[in-house]
């Protein structure tokens, strides 16, 4: 028999967190859908002009058990309105929580989608972004979908089997070396500790010295700094008022030297993953004691210590992900386009990334052809 599915949709976030806290119990998510994270997202983010939210329930109809929940907002853009995950750029993945009754093939995601689509407010687009394929052991439905395309960011992890000490020994040799050339330099350049937070006083106070690092680093860059807006630096300075609290869904590491933060990490924890969100270091004259990947792996250290096994370096690339080894693990994303306006969002998007890919295509091409020997005449 074919089961039924009912869409509610809910509120608040006051309303829906029961419902999530229930679900997510037998659910697996990643660390950015506890529902501490997201009290936290829709407290800040919601307040924004132009940002609802849309909390969906899909039920089953005969039971009455929610099967399946998602963390949506709808966005009033200059000319569009967009429904998305709860998201703004302040989380790394997004996902539903999905009972594990639910089946996991493509004709159940049909259905439960084209319930979700029939029960949402009116948009020009829905843009569903940053989905990891897979929830635990099972699909995720949305990922499915027939539309679904891969994304253009991944995460990258790590597992950690043993003590953090083997994680080590599998590095290469030449990253080893790398790590222990960073340390002494550290260590020699005067009285160092290093410190993971025990209280939200202290977690804000790393937090600061991260911001300011990353600040400093973005503007020299000429790269939009993001987390300097206001709601954003509000959202983080919640997160890092968890530690040390019940649910607590933080973690802030700090490296000092002669009494001065010169580094830091700050991670989102879940049950045993630890996902790092943002890593900032001092410049300038330190810059070759190699800080940032030092605060890293001092973090990762004392968050294996105290039980965590997953490590996801985050979206996008780095020396620090290949340093440790971290595997990329793909994401998926999907568009739908409602009205012609939401057509006409998507060309635009879609124009604006080809553009880019062509500037990064003709600079590394420049960089190539500068950098080729040259015969002499």
Known sequence: MTREFRVDLVPDWS?????????????????????????????????????????VAVVDAASGRDLLLL??????????????????????????????ALSRDEATARRVWSA?????????????????????????????LPDARPSPFARHLISVAGTWA?????????????????????????????????????????????????????EQ?????????????????????????????AAVGALELDGEIVGGVLAITGCTTATLLRIGHKGGALARLGLGRLAVER???????????????????GHVKRLFKAQPDPLVEFEQALTWRGHAAIATATAKRHLQSSKMAAALKTRFLSARPRTAA
């Open 71 to 100: 963390p949506l907002i709808r966005q009033s853009e200059a000319w569009h309105t967009t429904i998305s995950f709860a998201d703004l750029w302040a989380t790394d993945c997004n996902a539903p929580v999905i009972s594990p």
């Open 221 to 249: 860059n000429g790269v939009r700094n993001v987390f300097g807006e206001a709601e954003h630096r509000k959202f983080y300075e919640a997160l890092a008022g968890t530690v040390g609290q019940p649910g607590q869904t």
């Open 15 to 55: 309303q829906f967190e029961p419902r999530w806290q229930a679900l997510g119990a037998s659910g697996v998510a990643t660390p950015f859908q506890s529902a501490e994270f997201l009290r936290l997202w829709y407290a800040t983010f919601v307040r924004l002009p132009r940002i609802e939210p849309v909390l």
């Open 166 to 218: 083997d994680q080590m020994r599998s590095l290469d040799r030449h990253d080893r070396k790398e790590l222990g050339r960073s340390l002494r330099l550290y260590e020699a350049a005067g009285t160092t500790r290093f410190m993971l937070a025990e209280d939200a006083g202290q977690a804000r106070k790393f937090l600061a010295a991260i911001d300011a690092f990353q600040r400093a680093r973005l």
């Open 116 to 144: 979700i689509r029939a029960s949402l407010p009116p948009a020009d687009l829905i843009r569903l972004a940053k989905m990891p394929v897979s929830l635990g052991p099972h699909a995720n439905p949305l990922a499915l």
């Open 299 to 317: 973090t990762l250290q004392a968050l294996s210590a105290r039980g965590y096994t997953t490590f996801d370096f985050s979206i996008g690339e």
